[in-house]
Structure formats: structure tokens, C-alpha cells
């Protein structure tokens, strides 16, 4: 899941935003799961789903679930 180098990520960075459905997912898998971020990961499983990955759609619906339960976790909090 790791990257070898700066390089190959880069590279991996092009094919996704060319379209290809596996680079995106990879880095999505990379941001989740590696970097806990899940922005990043919700931008590259963004274009897997809006080429019709099943999977990928599955998965931008958890990344969103998991992001507007953080923002209401947060604006509870604040509140207090």
C-alpha cells in the first residue's frame, strides 16, 4: 500500500487523475489507511466512483458518513 518513492506516487497521482480507477483507489487506500486523512482519500476515491466502481462508491459513502459524524462531533463540542 506503501509507495517505494516520491516518484511512484507521483506517477500513481497522474493515472488516477487520467481516470484510471486502481491508481485512485490505491492512494484512497494510502490516505485512509496510511496517512489517516481522509480528505485526501475521499478526493482519490472520488474519481473510482465517478467512473462506477461499485466499490469505490461504497466507500466515498463511509468516508462521508465518518467525516459528517466527525463535523457534528466537533460542533457538539463546541457548543458545550
Do not use: C, H, P
Amino acid at each position: 500500500m506503501r509507495f517505494r518513492s516520491t516518484a511512484e506516487q507521483r506517477q500513481t497521482e497522474r493515472r488516477a487523475l487520467a481516470g484510471n480507477v486502481e491508481a485512485a483507489k490505491r492512494l484512497a487506500d494510502y490516505y485512509f489507511f496510511i496517512k489517516y486523512d481522509l480528505v485526501a482519500a475521499k478526493r482519490w476515491i472520488s474519481i473510482a466512483a465517478a467512473r462506477g466502481d461499485k466499490d469505490a462508491k461504497a466507500s466515498l459513502r463511509s468516508i462521508n458518513e465518518i467525516l459528517a459524524e466527525q463535523n457534528d462531533s466537533r460542533k457538539r463540542t463546541k457548543n458545550q
